[in-house]
């Protein structure tokens, strides 16, 4: 049973362009959470999205950031006009059921973006 | 709001040795507490929890952790380390949601 997956696993990014993230949740999972890591900080909640759904992005920059699950296909995490502040690992998590909190996040790897 | 601090980025221990891992975190409800562990160009694995009921949690690969409110501490140990505990450990609180807080996160090495 494939874990989470997202791709790229390294993304580098001149300025001003854009990067798209991509996570592929466990089988038969349907929820799906998207948190970045800044260097030498803890990772930190963006945004939670069911099938179709945005739960939350209360976690998001309101500018350049989207996030998208569709009906079909991977998760998106989508970052336009990108700045060297954006540098960092974002990692995707799902979950099978409602996004409680006893429900155990399975995590990917990560994608690390470099802006330079 | 809750928030978790890891003293300590980096912990170096010899093969065999106690690991101890430093969390404390601050809530202002009963939190639900988390250790996970990456290890290189992997996701993050959980490596055990505390939700309710009994203080001391044991996790998978040897690992214990216990949960003492009164000094709000989470400390991850393990009796007698292992080369291929080397990694990078995590942990993270939440209350009601599923909104995880997590530490900065401590790199273990373990020397032969």
């Known amino acids: 049973n494939a874990g989470v997956m997202q791709n790229p696993r390294h993304l580098v990014r001149r300025r001003g362009q854009e990067a798209r993230l991509r996570c592929s949740p466990m089988k038969g999972h349907s929820h799906v959470y998207w948190y970045r890591q800044l260097p030498e900080e803890g990772l930190k909640f963006m945004v939670y999205?069911?099938?179709?759904?945005?739960?939350?992005e209360s976690g998001m920059p309101k500018e350049r950031f989207s996030a998208e699950f569709p009906k079909e296909g991977p998760s998106i995490l989508r970052i336009q006009q990108v700045v060297r502040g954006d540098s960092a690992a974002y990692f995707c998590a799902s979950s099978s059921t409602s996004g409680s909190s006893y429900n155990e996040q399975f995590f990917g790897p990560g994608t690390r973006l470099t802006v330079l | 709001a809750q928030s978790v601090t890891q003293l300590g980025s980096h912990v170096s221990v010899s093969e065999g040795a106690l690991v101890l891992l430093r969390c404390n975190y601050s809530?202002?409800?009963?939190?639900?507490l988390f250790w996970y562990v990456q290890y290189p160009n992997q996701g993050l694995q959980l490596l055990l929890k505390?939700?309710?009921?009994?203080?001391l949690v044991k996790g998978i690969n040897g690992f214990e952790a216990e949960f003492k409110k009164s000094e709000t501490s989470f400390h991850l140990t393990k009796p007698s380390a292992h080369m291929s505990d080397a990694a990078e450990y995590f942990c993270?609180?939440?209350?009601?949601?599923?909104?995880?807080?997590f530490g900065a996160g401590t790199t273990v090495t373990v020397r032969a």
């Open positions: 505390y939700t309710t009921g009994a203080t």
């Open positions: 993270a609180v939440n209350t009601n949601d599923y909104k995880l807080s």
């Open positions: 809530s202002s409800v009963p939190p639900y």
């Open positions: 999205l069911q099938k179709e759904n945005i739960i939350d």
